[in-house]
């Protein structure tokens, strides 16, 4: 690849907080060199970018998201995941192991990383289960999985229910130094429930989710963290009292990170309006207050990381009454615009935002990326944060098209995704957002 010089941007490190002016220049794949505010003469045989003042940033990183490869190639594909990430702006995305067959051997792991290599344009890291088959019951072999290549451990939508089955696995995890993730939601608390409980889903005659289906396992986890010193990252927080508890087991020292789903931060419970199946999420949609709060505990460095939470539904389950269509939506391409909404509202500053899009899961996950510095992958996005559109679900990449965001009015987007120094997504001029 000839080199390639990003002039005339906006930087934004996210690992620092450093931003203005800049040029990156790229080479064989890495960043070769950050000029702040300087205008160097590119390099003899480069290829120049003018970025036009846009805000250059490292490649998102979505510590969840489900592909349907294999198994469920109706809903989703890794070529077709990974094109929706590059038009958002990911560079880097975390699979989740509830396919079929379930991610839960070597021989899994192996296979999605050999399809990933040779049909997605992104980097895709596939997360193992917990337990075998998301039975919940018998552990999966946390050594032979990792060395297969899996970055993390969780059971997907599932929680793992059984106290002493969590205690074994956040033993393992603390020896074979593993990352479990845990969907923090307890089965028999949630019951026949689909949205928050509270006055709003009285109104509609719906069955709610109380908070406490949340937070009771949360804090079980938390108290099992403390037993055995694994460390644990709560995918995705959804009200205030979660918050107050993760807050605490920081302050504790605990190896405790937490992650919240974006559409738990620019959404709430009011969204669903008249029956919206595309707001059925788990974890639900909640009052705007627990929006409130998870806002502020971004801000305040709570809440580590944002996630697409991208689980894509074909119609079939999604066209249909709402006590009985699917859990999930679309995710993944509308990550940065639905984020957005927080920095343009002034809720969030962009650096902060960033981060927890960035610098923080990749610290998460131990990897090289997330940040702009020479030597760093060349893995960056170029984002016009001022470009206003009205998401058309017929234009997105995925397969599915159950977005929550479907004709919203959104600002921001990638104009330009770089993997690896090379160029997987480019919008066309005045089609940005592809709306």
């Known amino acids: 690849m000839r080199p390639l010089l990003l002039a005339n941007a906006s930087l934004c490190d996210p690992a620092t907080g450093r931003e203005g002016p800049g040029h990156v220049l790229v080479r064989d794949g890495r960043i070769a060199d950050i000029a702040w505010g300087a205008s160097p003469a590119p390099p003899e045989g480069a290829e120049t970018i003018d970025c036009a003042g846009h805000v250059l940033a490292p490649g998102l990183i979505d510590l969840r998201a489900f592909v349907g490869e294999p198994g469920a190639e109706h809903r989703e594909t890794l070529a077709s995941a990974s094109a929706a990430a590059a038009a958002g702006g990911v560079t880097t995305l975390v699979c989740m192991p509830d396919t079929n067959p379930v991610i839960d051997g070597p021989a899994i792991v192996d296979f999605v990383l050999r399809r990933a290599r040779d049909t997605a344009c992104v980097t895709v890291l596939p997360a193992a289960a917990i337990t075998k088959g998301l039975a919940g019951q018998e552990m999966t072999e946390f050594g032979l999985l990792q060395e297969a290549g899996a970055v993390a451990f969780t059971d997907g939508l599932k929680a793992v229910r059984n106290a002493q089955v969590m205690r074994r696995a956040l033993t393992y995890a603390r020896d074979f130094g593993a990352l479990l993730m845990q969907h923090v939601e307890e089965p028999d608390l949630v019951g026949e429930g689909v949205m928050n409980e509270g006055e709003m889903a009285s109104r509609l005659g719906l069955v709610g989710i109380p908070r406490e289906a949340e937070t ?44 919240a789903s974006v559409n738990n931060l620019v959404l709430n419970e009011g969204d669903i309006g008249h029956y919206r199946t595309f707001c059925r999420l788990s974890p639900p949609l909640r009052h705007e207050a627990d929006r409130l709060a998870l806002v502020e505990a971004l801000n305040e460095g709570v809440i580590d990381v944002v996630v697409s939470d991208h689980n894509p539904q074909d119609v079939e389950t999604k066209r249909l009454p709402f006590a009985e269509a699917a859990d999930g939506a679309l995710g993944i391409e509308t990550l940065l615009g639905a984020a957005l909404r927080l920095v343009h509202t002034g ?43 009205v998401l058309d679900k017929r234009s997105l990449k995925s397969r599915s098209k159950n977005s929550p965001f479907d004709e919203a009015r959104l600002q921001g987007a990638a104009s330009l995704t770089m993997v690896g120094g090379r160029i997987v997504f480019r919008a066309a001029q005045g089609t940005e957002a592809a709306a």
């Open 216 to 259: 009771v396992m949360l804090e079980r986890d938390i108290r099992l963290v403390r037993l055995t010193g694994g460390r644990y990252h709560a995918a995705m927080i959804s009200c205030a009292d979660s918050v107050e508890i993760v807050r605490r087991a920081k302050h504790d020292g605990l190896p405790v990170t937490c992650g």
């Open 347 to 389: 809720d969030v500053a962009l650096p902060r935002l960033l981060a927890a899009l960035t610098a923080h899961p990749a610290r998460i996950l131990g990897r090289e990326a997330g940040r702009l510095a020479v030597g760093a992958p060349a893995d960056l996005v170029l984002i016009d944060p001022d470009l206003p559109y």
